[in-house]
């Protein structure tokens, strides 16, 4: 069975550095054709890509977004973690990993079930 | 950046009811338009890949059609578990962009 699962602070406080940590069972972060984005939701709002980490390594970031995100794995640990830089408020929101299958058209097959992250004093 | 667009931003409907949501891309994004259901609380789920492609264990009732820019999810027979928040999003580059969603209530 494939799983995701998100980990990470509830809470930090603004200009701090926030570190989430994907672990996932049932695949390789070697596999082939299996990346694992990072997608965040702020409360109410509409879904919004932030990173991608490729089989290979390679990664891709949001470009709309200011460079405050650094996506990394550890394969040997299954893990993916999203570092950000000096939060904001305005990040807060629930951000899931996902599982990119290229087997699905690059369709996001697989969610975490997220995890809730508020920025605040 | 491909921007995506959902018409309507909600509906109501009653159980039974075949409804339509619509998604459009501000280009062409070729047949790489997926569609995804979110419950409060809850991650999204896939639905369709591909434009037309139900993924695994997803009822036969849900369908996707379309191409380029505009692309349709219909229910044919909604259920009481289909009132939800339904999502595209396209797959064309790897900054797949998701639609503002479509909530479809009682």
């Known amino acids: 069975q494939v799983t995701l699962k998100e980990s990470g602070p509830v809470l930090v406080k603004p200009s701090e550095t926030l570190t989430l940590t994907c672990t996932v069972s049932?695949?390789?972060?070697?596999?082939?054709?299996?990346?694992v984005s990072w997608i965040r939701q702020p409360p109410g709002k509409a879904l919004e890509w932030l990173a991608h980490?490729?089989?290979?390594?390679?990664?891709s970031y949001n470009t709309s977004l200011e460079s405050r995100f650094t996506i990394s794995k550890d394969t040997s640990k299954s893990q993916v973690a999203l570092t950000m830089t000096n939060v904001e408020a305005v990040d807060t929101a629930t951000y899931f990993c996902?599982?990119?299958?290229?087997?699905?058209?690059?369709?996001?097959?697989?969610w975490g079930q997220g995890t809730m992250v508020t920025v605040s004093s | 950046d491909i921007q995506m667009t959902q018409s309507p931003s909600s509906l109501s409907a009653s159980v039974g009811d075949r409804v339509t949501l619509t998604c459009r891309a501000s280009?062409?994004?070729?047949?790489?338009l997926n569609w995804y259901q979110q419950k409060p609380g809850k991650a999204p789920k896939l639905l369709i890949y591909?434009?037309?492609t139900l993924q695994s264990g997803v009822p036969s009732r849900f369908i996707g059609s379309g191409s380029g820019t505009e692309f349709t999810l219909t229910v044919s027979s909604l259920q009481p578990e289909d009132f939800a928040t339904y999502f595209c999003q396209h797959s064309y580059s790897i900054d797949g962009t998701f639609g503002p969603g479509t909530k479809v209530d009682i």
């Open positions: 049932g695949f390789s972060l070697s596999n082939a054709g299996m990346g």
């Open positions: 591909a434009a037309s």
């Open positions: 980490i490729f089989s290979n390594g390679e990664k």
């Open positions: 996902a599982r990119r299958n290229t087997g699905a058209r690059d369709a996001f097959d697989i």
């Open positions: 280009q062409s994004v070729s047949s790489n």
